[in-house]
């Protein structure tokens, strides 16, 4: 633990966030992050989905404190500290999280559990390109990458199909992976009103499930939106803009 995580964060000063269940676990789990990272939510909605108390620190990616850029290899978030060590990268968090706490999320049926960390894996990837897309400082450059995405969002439809994705009726891993892409996209659909139907059925209908949960509408800060909307118009992105109009 840092007690001076709070002390250089600005504009982003935030409490740390626990869990709201009260059950004692032998070590303390702390995620160290930047606010509006998609990466940690997926372990936050984990945690939670293990009523496992947690607790998120916060800092400014643009000006990293130093004993963050001392223990972050990649100096990239988010970190897990646990018992002296560190842990990164968000797919290696949520397996480590998934190997020590119960329930387990992950398929037990070793096939589909690969399966599932290469769809996570593809997950990664369109939050990169929902980043670029909200990114795009005109509006040629908005409607190129809202193509690419959308392209790429229907490669969902045929593992889904397929029952690829199927958890039995179980919240997966799988799901935590996805639900902040779907909480960003629920957000941008607000902002303008053709996003509205990027995602076709049944991905929609997952998307509405996964965000009815209360793990995933605790996943974030209450200020989420007036935060994000803040930082991507700071970076002068076309769409953000749009907000009001």
């Given at each position: ?76 978030v988010p ?148 935060r994000y ?17």
């Open positions: 633990m840092h007690p001076e995580h709070h002390d250089t964060l600005g504009w982003l000063l935030l409490p740390k966030l626990a869990s709201r269940e009260n059950r004692v676990f032998p070590m303390m789990i702390n995620l160290v992050s930047f606010v509006l990272c998609p990466y940690v939510q997926r372990a936050v909605i984990a945690l939670r989905e293990k009523s496992v108390e947690y607790e998120v620190s916060y800092i400014d990616l643009a000006h990293p404190p130093e004993w963050f850029q001392a223990i972050s290899p990649l100096g990239k970190l897990l500290e646990v018992e002296d060590q560190v842990l990164f990268e968000s797919s290696v968090i949520i397996d480590y999280l998934d190997e020590v706490f119960q329930p387990r999320l992950h398929p037990m049926d070793p096939l589909r559990r690969a399966q599932h960390k290469a769809w996570i894996e593809f997950g990664s990837g369109l939050l990169v390109d929902q980043m670029e897309l909200v990114l795009a400082k005109d509006e040629t450059t908005f409607q190129q990458r809202l193509a690419h995405l959308e392209r790429e969002l229907k490669r969902l439809l045929a593992p889904f199909e397929a029952g690829v994705f199927d958890g039995d009726g179980v919240f997966s891993l799988l799901d935590a992976a996805y639900a902040p892409l779907f909480m960003r996209q629920e957000l941008l659909a607000e902002i303008r009103v053709e996003l509205a139907g990027l995602l076709p059925e049944p991905l929609q209908s997952w998307s509405d499930r996964l965000l009815a949960r209360p793990s995933v509408k605790g996943s974030l800060v209450d200020d989420f939106r007036e909307i803040a930082f991507f118009s700071a970076k002068g992105s076309w769409l953000m803009q749009q907000v009001g109009i």
